[in-house]
C-alpha cells in the first residue's frame, strides 16, 4: 500500500521551501524608479555640498549591493571602477568628519555609472537574488573587512 508522504532532504537537497512567484520575479518598475531616484538624489545633494551621513550610506549600501548582484551574475562593470567609486566615497567620508559633505562634479559620473547599473541588476534580478545581496552586504558590514573584493 503506498503512503503519501513528502520525501525528506538528503544532505546534499536543500531545505528551503519552494520560492513564491514575487520572489522569483524582479521588483516592480515602481521600485525600481523610486531607489534610483533615492541615490541619485543622495548624489546631486553631494555634489551642491549639502550630503549627509545617511545619504553616503545609501550610496555606500548601493555600491555593495552593485558588486554582489554582479557576483551572482547581474549586470558587469571592471573590478577597476569598484574600487574607483570606493575611494570616492571614502573620500567623501574622510571629508565628514571635517563637515564637509561634498564629491566633486568629476567623481560623480563614476558613481552615476555605477548607479545606472544598480538600476539595471533591480530591473532584471529577481527579489530573491536581491535579499540574498543584501544579506551578503549585513554579513559584510558586521565583518571586519576593509571591502568586499
Avoid at 571614502?90 to 568628519?97: K, Q, Y
Wanted: charged share 25%; aromatic share 8%; glycine share 6%.
Amino acid at each position: 500500500m503506498p503512503q503519501n508522504r513528502k520525501k525528506r532532504p538528503t544532505g546534499n537537497q536543500s531545505r528551503r521551501k519552494p520560492l513564491g512567484k514575487t520572489r522569483l520575479l524582479p521588483h516592480s518598475a515602481a521600485y525600481v524608479r523610486e531607489q534610483s531616484l533615492r541615490w541619485h538624489l543622495s548624489l546631486a545633494a553631494f555634489q551642491a555640498g549639502k550630503g549627509n551621513g545617511d545619504l553616503l550610506a545609501k550610496l555606500v549600501k548601493a555600491l555593495y549591493l552593485a558588486w554582489y548582484l554582479q557576483d551572482a551574475g547581474f549586470g558587469a562593470l571592471e573590478r577597476e571602477h569598484y574600487l574607483d567609486a570606493e575611494r570616492i566615497l571614502d573620500a567623501a567620508a574622510r571629508g565628514a568628519s571635517q563637515n564637509i559633505w561634498h564629491i566633486a562634479p568629476a567623481d560623480c559620473a563614476a558613481i552615476t555609472r555605477l548607479l545606472d547599473l544598480h538600476e539595471q541588476q533591480l530591473q532584471s534580478a529577481p527579489v530573491f537574488a536581491v535579499d540574498e545581496a543584501e544579506s551578503r552586504v549585513v554579513h559584510f558590514g558586521r565583518s571586519d573587512k576593509r571591502s568586499p573584493w
